[in-house]
């Protein structure tokens, strides 16, 4: 019993620094502004939001270290990634989808890890 409890907080601990889901989301007409965020190495942290054909996702962001940025959504089985920058240490644009689709915008950390700003704001198009 006890080595099994050790190995689920082992494959526990292993596990949560792979990836990183935003604690609140996006809301729409509100910048939501993250300062500091801390991504260990080859971490991956994501912020998404439901978005609508001619809305528009404001984004802007800044990292101590070099990391992979992309916007993307499921489809089926594929990722598609309107988006996609490697080897960036600040991006910021305007994103403006052609599909209705939950959308994310991902930051995934190298082998140094980093330190991640970002500022996310959605613009919902009037009816």
Same mark, same amino acid.
């Given at each position: ?10 494959? /526990?601990?292993?596990a +949560?620094?792979? /990836? @990183?889901?935003a604690?609140?989301?996006? %809301? /729409? ?27 528009? +996702? %404001?984004?802007?962001? /800044? ?12 489809? @089926? ?7 996609? &920058? %490697?080897?960036?240490?600040? %991006? ?17 950390? @190298? ?11 959605? &613009?919902?198009?009037?009816?």
């Amino acid at each position: 019993m006890k080595r099994a409890r050790s190995i689920a907080i082992v494959a /526990t601990a292993v596990a +949560l620094p792979l /990836t @990183g889901c935003a604690d609140t989301p996006i %809301d /729409t007409g509100h910048p939501k502004v993250v300062q500091g965020l801390a991504l260990a190495p080859y971490a991956q942290h994501e912020e998404c939001v439901d978005l609508a054909a001619g809305d528009r +996702l %404001d984004y802007r962001f /800044t990292s101590s270290e070099p990391l992979a940025f992309n916007i993307h959504y499921h489809d @089926g089985n594929a990722i598609v990634m309107p988006i996609s &920058r %490697d080897g960036v240490s600040s %991006d910021a644009g305007i994103f403006a989808p052609r599909i209705a689709q939950g959308y994310c915008l991902m930051w995934e950390a @190298g082998g140094s890890g980093a330190a991640l700003d970002y500022r996310a704001l959605v &613009r919902r198009v009037r009816p």
